[in-house]
């Protein structure tokens, strides 16, 4: 089972912070394949936040192909071929800290860089995890 | 809602009781004693009796010398059916809008009109009994005086009866339920309670009783102008006047300076009263024999129940309106 | 397809208004309220906020306008199905909780009594304890409870959390979180400070001065509002070619809401609006409203 955890000021929309914390999960294997999520009712108790913003999470998770929900029994975490090995992410830290450092270079200052990262994702729209794994083994 | 109305007020009802029953339990213990002293003084054969000084001076001594600490609780009764109906109804309606949980009652499924009834005809049964047991406890004890003065002359005999006693506690009760129905505050509807009571008492004691039905008006000659003859001494003589020969009434001023030789020359020489007999001035006295003292009751709960009536009705209808 | 016959609203207001003397305690207040939802109730101290919530639990009749709970005009029936907890969480301190509950039982034809219980013993407040002895978190929990075990329709709670602590508060919250998600019920919270109902609510009414300056989806109202920052000297321009809710100008810099398109020049870095900041803007310009129909742009809301 997973505990979410909000974080009112981070101006990250609730849904899209429980959808990130189990994507998370799932990448780092804390969720596995069947593993059941808790109900919309337990979820919106304990964080005592409105039953639609989970809705909303738990169908984004759906349509990104992640869970899968069955009325009456739950919503499930379905095989999914978007774990991120460790190597794979310390390369892409590695990437992540030239890039910052040249931008620090060039004068940006950290909000700076976060108005541009989070502008420059909009040219790259993201894809289904499953895609990218393709995309990856296809040799990028 | 009967459960939830005496849980809120057994507190108040259970003090109530005990304070009634401690003066019912005087008064019947004390009533042995008394009865017993009265049916060795012989006053019965005074009964009634006027004119006499012996029964006068023997009924004086009696009523003065025996009822001992108790004579004083006319007041007492007066007040606890006063405060019956003070502290039971005032706060009927202004508590639930001090504590705020007026808002909790009336927005459950029972109607306003259902809750205020509910409470009111179970503090109304509850009173009526308290009152009547308290009345006849003391109409118990004080049989003796009654049976000397009757139920005019001393105020107590009429006032304490079950009857008039539960009739005064319940009109305590309206007042007070139709004053927290409008004033919503507590404190303000038990003054206002305690003077609409008192005032209104007042007012039907003095100016309205005497007139209940019409006087008997006896005319006496001016010599026995004091001592109306062939009358009970239970007779409620109210009121007197001396009155000319064309029915006009002769105030006690007037009367003075005509048998005032001083200033009528013509008064010299006469008796006071002959004077007046040429004058053609009589004595008048308006007198409700003491057999009425049944009826009057009847007639004065019946005005008190009417007074009820549209105190409840107010109430009622303050209730209803849904305007804070 | 008529809306109105599929998705009768839970409440429906038409121009309600209350007056007391001369002064008005709301005015000219049209409301609909889907099913389901839960909807926050905001606005400064005095604004009418309770006196809104009082009419719509029938306890006050209003002035003038009309008001339809759950499809009908407020009378006995509807009110079996609406319930209702004023500010303070009035209840009878003399009564133990037990004896609480058995009030609410018995004035009432559905009671769900073991939901009851269970709600107690989770929350360790003991049955048999006077009210009055209670903390006051847990006395709200009792008034919630009771309130919830009416299995109503339509929840009003005015005030839930201004007396409680924060701890408190998040149990409440969960508490009616918990219902909301039940289904069946919609739920009006009332507030003078918004973030407390921020997550909680998915629609949102603003009440001014007793009359209603904001209603609407919420998702709805952040989504067509921006918050531009840029040059002061083209703070004009951007006024006339655009709606500005509110705008303030430091030195050189303006930061305005704004409603609807934003501008597409660079000189203007738009973010998203926190609902706070929408609030309190529109607090601030009292003229301004953002209301369903043809005045605003905010869609009309039915469910």
């Known amino acids: 089972m997973i505990e979410f955890r909000l974080d009112t000021s981070s101006g990250v929309p609730p849904y899209l912070q429980i959808v990130r914390q189990v994507e998370h999960a799932i990448r780092l294997g804390l969720l596995r394949t069947g593993d059941r999520l808790p109900t919309v009712k337990e979820v919106a108790s304990s964080l005592a936040v409105n039953p639609n913003t989970v809705l909303k999470a738990y169908r984004e998770l759906d349509h990104r192909g992640l869970t899968s929900g069955k009325v009456g029994s739950g919503t499930f975490i379905e095989p999914s071929r978007s774990v991120v090995s460790p190597a794979q992410l310390k390369l892409l830290r590695r990437s992540l800290h030239n890039w910052i450092r040249g931008a620090r270079a060039a004068g940006l200052t950290d909000a700076d860089i976060d108005a541009f990262v989070a502008d420059a994702r909009k040219d790259i729209p993201e894809r289904q995890i499953g895609e990218v794994r393709r995309d990856e083994s296809g040799g990028r | 809602m009967m459960w939830l109305s005496w849980r809120l007020h057994r507190a108040a009802v259970f003090t109530f009781v005990l304070v009634i029953g401690g003066l019912v339990a005087l008064y019947l213990v004390d009533s042995i004693r008394l009865h017993d ?51 039971l109804g005032a706060p ?169 030789p001083d200033l009528n020359p013509a008064a010299a020489g006469h008796q006071w009263y002959e004077v007046l007999q040429q004058n053609g001035i009589h004595y008048y006295t308006l007198v409700q024999p003491y057999q009425r003292g049944g009826i009057f009751q009847l007639i004065e709960a019946g005005i008190f129940l009417a007074l009820i009536a549209i105190c409840g009705t107010l109430a009622f209808w303050r209730i209803r309106r849904r305007t804070i | 397809m008529n809306q109105a016959a599929v998705n009768p609203a839970a409440v429906s207001a038409h121009r309600l208004g209350r007056r007391y003397g001369k002064l008005w305690a709301l005015r000219d207040c049209s409301l609909r309220l889907g099913p389901g939802s839960v909807v926050a109730l905001v606005g400064p101290n005095g604004a009418g906020k309770s006196t809104l919530l009082n009419i719509l639990a029938g306890l006050i009749e209003p002035s003038e306008g009309e008001v339809r709970i759950l499809g009908e005009t407020p009378n006995d029936r509807v009110r079996s199905r609406v319930a209702f907890t004023a500010q303070n969480h009035p209840l009878y301190r003399s009564l133990t909780v037990a004896q609480t ?88 919270l009332s507030s003078h400070v918004i973030t407390d109902l921020e997550r909680v609510c998915d629609h949102l009414i603003v009440l001014d001065h007793g009359r209603v300056q904001v209603a609407g989806a919420v998702d709805d109202l952040l989504a067509e509002h921006t918050v531009l920052s840029g040059p002061a000297d083209q703070a004009e321009s951007l006024r006339r ?46 003229h301004q409203a953002a209301l369903p129909g043809p005045r605003g742009i905010v869609k009309d809301q039915v469910a």
Not at chain 2, 52 to 60: E, G, I, K
Not at chain 2, 135 to 153: D, H, I, L, N, S
Request: glycine content about 8%; proline content about 4%; charged content about 15%.
């Open chain 2, 37 to 87: 002293l009265y049916a060795a003084s012989g006053l019965e054969k005074c009964i009634g009796v006027l004119n006499d000084t012996s029964c006068a001076t023997r009924r004086q001594v009696f009523l003065a010398e025996n009822l001992g600490l108790l004579q004083h609780t006319d007041y007492v009764l007066a007040v606890v059916t006063g405060a019956l109906g003070v502290v």
């Open chain 3, 241 to 286: 070619n655009h709606v500005v809710i509110g705008a303030s100008t430091v030195g050189r810099q303006t930061i305005a809401l704004v409603r609807g398109e934003t501008p597409h020049d660079e000189a203007w870095r738009a973010e998203p609006v926190g609902l706070e900041e929408l609030v309190v803007t529109y607090l601030r310009n009292p």
């Open chain 2, 92 to 260: 009927m309606v202004s508590t639930e809008f001090e504590r705020g949980t007026w808002q909790w009652i009336w927005t459950q499924r029972i109607s306003r009109t259902r809750w205020l009834a509910v409470n009111v005809t179970m503090m109304a049964v509850i009173i009526v009994g308290l009152g009547a047991t308290l009345g006849a406890a003391y109409t118990w004890w004080y049989k003796p005086v009654a049976a000397q003065t009757g139920p005019f002359t001393n105020v107590s005999v009429f006032d304490n009866t079950p009857l008039m006693c539960a009739v005064f506690s319940l009109f305590g009760f309206a007042v007070g339920v139709a004053a927290s129905a409008f004033l919503r505050r507590t404190l303000g509807a038990m003054g206002i309670t305690v003077a609409v009571f008192l005032v209104t008492r007042f007012i039907v004691l003095y100016w309205l009783r005497p007139h209940y039905m019409a006087p008997i008006v006896v005319e006496s000659p001016a010599n026995q102008a004091e001592r109306p003859l062939g009358f009970d001494a239970r007779d409620w003589s109210f009121h007197s006047v001396w009155v000319d020969a064309s029915g006009h009434e002769v105030s006690s001023t007037d009367v003075a300076r005509l048998i005032s």
């Open chain 3, 101 to 188: 509950m058995r009030a609410g039982r018995l004035l009432n034809t559905e009671w769900d009594e073991p939901m009851a219980r269970e709600r107690f013993a989770q929350l360790d407040i003991p049955l048999d304890r006077r009210v009055g002895r209670l903390s006051t978190g847990q006395q709200a929990q009792v008034s919630l409870t009771l309130a919830l075990a009416k299995r109503p329709q339509l929840l009003l709670l005015d005030e839930p959390l201004a007396a409680l602590d924060p701890v408190a508060r998040q149990v409440f919250m969960q508490t009616v979180m918990g219902a909301a998600a039940d289904g069946e019920v919609t739920i009006v």
